[in-house]
């Protein structure tokens, strides 16, 4: 039986807690809407003036994340010393960094992608909604229970 008290509380985050801790990392994966479906594709990003920017190559994210649709980026980290993650989601429009002098900015951030390959390309996401939670990771205990005998039997 679980208790109430065992269950971990979650921490809404606010704005400002949210841009801190997408500053604190570079990987994310961004969700962009693809033919019928979503797909996410990993990536390396900055944050820049309550903005996103991140470069990528011609393709399917690259054509996607333009093509209309609002995208939408996730983050997260974890503090193995005291057990406590965090997610943060940044929605928004993703546009094309094309004017020189914006180029030249972004260039200056210092992105560099972990891929190999050309990464002409510079967007950047405009948020509408950015939203965040942290929470304390529940030790494996708490929600695994072994499987029992027949259900174990039913698998072998």
């Known amino acids: 039986m679980v208790h109430e008290a065992s269950i971990p509380k979650v921490e809404v985050l ?5 841009w801190r801790l997408l500053r604190s990392v570079s990987v994310g994966r961004l ?4 033919n019928d479906h979503p797909d996410i594709f990993p990536l ?12 990528t190559g011609p393709g399917t994210k690259l054509s996607s994340a333009l093509a209309g649709p609002p995208v939408a980026l996730e983050a997260d980290g974890v503090s193995p010393d005291d057990g406590v993650a965090w997610s ?10 094309e ?42 205990l708490s929600w695994w229970s072994p499987l029992d005998d027949a259900t174990r039997a039913g698998l072998e």
């Open 99 to 140: 004017r020189t002098q914006d180029v030249l900015d972004t260039v200056g951030l210092l992105l560099f992608p972990w891929e190999t390959g050309r990464k002409d390309h510079f967007l950047r996401v405009i948020p509408d909604a950015v939203s965040g939670r942290r929470f304390r990771i529940a030790p494996p």
């Open 44 to 55: 390396n990003y900055k944050v820049d003036h309550g903005t996103l920017v991140f470069r």
């Open 31 to 34: 969700a962009v809407w693809v």
């Open 88 to 97: 943060v989601t940044v929605k928004g429009q993703a546009t094309a960094v």
């Open 14 to 18: 606010s704005s400002s807690e949210c």
